[in-house]
């Protein structure tokens, strides 16, 4: 039996690094001509490096679908492999001995619900405009494989703002304290002042992240006490949660900070749970490759000043009060 010859080493100088960027903006538009607008080329030319790509990987990366494209198999597995290339180049032809924020045009990446960006997300982006006018921060929705993707998945951003509880292994710097609130309708007819845990059992939920392996930790404990919440709503944001209980017999959970900001107008009621709920205590986490990153040493003190001036958390109500 012939011995398989093993693949010949690849050398980075017989490639053309131009193609990893038509690489990353054609796995993310999905599309030659969004490709190449994108990337500010013409057509042909982004057509002859999928040619290229195409040769390169002996796959097609891109087929047709109807009347659209879908990636292949090895395509979805480039995806984020292309994304932390891209960023380990950028950092490395970006490093710099020092770093000055006034003159920076560094674009700042943080993975972020939209409960985070409301709560840090504003101050941040008004600290960052007047410490570092020309730079850019960029809040992009992080997704259950985020979180479960480690390290992985931070080495193309700055990092991810989560709660603790979630990720293990990372660096990581804590940001501000939270609790879980009941949000029930002002006009429920089950629920009034308060709520008791057959209330719970019985009521229709509007839930988050219903997935084996995506909840709120608030919807993990109230299952270690027999409770399955009935979803009948199921989002992947919180903002949305105050309207989705208005004017029905819902109920969910949601952050105090973000209840205190939506709760009065969107016509809910903020309850304490009638059990006991862990704390929250958000928390950004990055990859080890930062730690040293002038750059994002910086940004993390200044993550630190803007989490200081945010409003404490009121334990009788759930309305931030200034101290």
Not at 21 to 44: C, F, H, K, M, Y
Not at 139 to 163: F, I, K, Q, W, Y
Not at 217 to 240: D, H, K, N
Request: with cysteine; glycine share 6%.
């Amino acid at each position: 039996m012939d011995e398989v010859a093993p693949p010949k080493p690849l050398r980075l100088a017989n490639l053309d690094l131009n193609l990893l960027l038509s690489l990353r903006a054609l796995l993310t538009e999905r599309n030659v001509t969004r490709a190449a607008a994108t990337l500010g080329l013409s057509q042909p030319a982004v057509s002859a490096a999928l040619a290229r790509l195409r040769r390169h990987y002996g796959d097609d990366l891109l087929v047709r679908v109807g009347n659209r494209y879908e990636l292949t198999p090895l395509a979805l597995r480039l995806v984020e492999r292309t994304e932390s290339a891209v960023a380990g180049i950028e950092g490395v032809f970006s490093a710099a001995p020092d770093f000055d924020p006034a003159s920076t045009t560094r674009e700042f990446t943080l993975l972020v619900s939209d409960y985070a960006t409301t709560v840090l997300g504003v101050p941040l982006a008004a600290v960052l405009a007047e410490r570092a006018p020309c730079a850019r921060l960029s809040l992009r929705p992080h997704s259950p494989e985020d979180v479960v993707g480690g390290a992985a998945r931070l080495r193309g951003v700055d990092g991810l703002v989560m709660p603790h509880g979630f990720v293990d292994d990372l660096p990581y710097l804590d940001l501000y304290d939270d609790r879980w609130v009941l949000l029930a309708s002002v006009d429920n007819p089950r629920v009034g002042a308060s709520a008791t845990l057959d209330d719970l059992a019985a009521l229709p939920w509007v839930t988050i992240y219903h997935r084996p392996t995506a909840f709120t930790p608030a919807a993990l404990q109230l299952r270690t006490l027999g409770i399955e919440p009935r979803a009948q709503v199921v989002v992947e944001s919180f903002l949305p949660v105050p309207d989705l209980v208005a004017g029905t017999d819902r109920v969910a959970l949601v952050q105090a900070r973000l209840a205190a900001r939506l709760g009065p107008a969107a016509g809910v009621r903020v309850l304490d749970p009638p059990f006991e709920v862990a704390p929250l205590l958000e928390a950004l986490w990055w990859h080890p490759m930062y730690d040293a990153d002038p750059a994002h040493r910086w940004l993390r003190a200044v993550v630190t000043d803007v989490c200081a001036g945010l409003p404490a958390i009121s334990a009788a109500d759930g309305d931030p009060q200034q101290e």
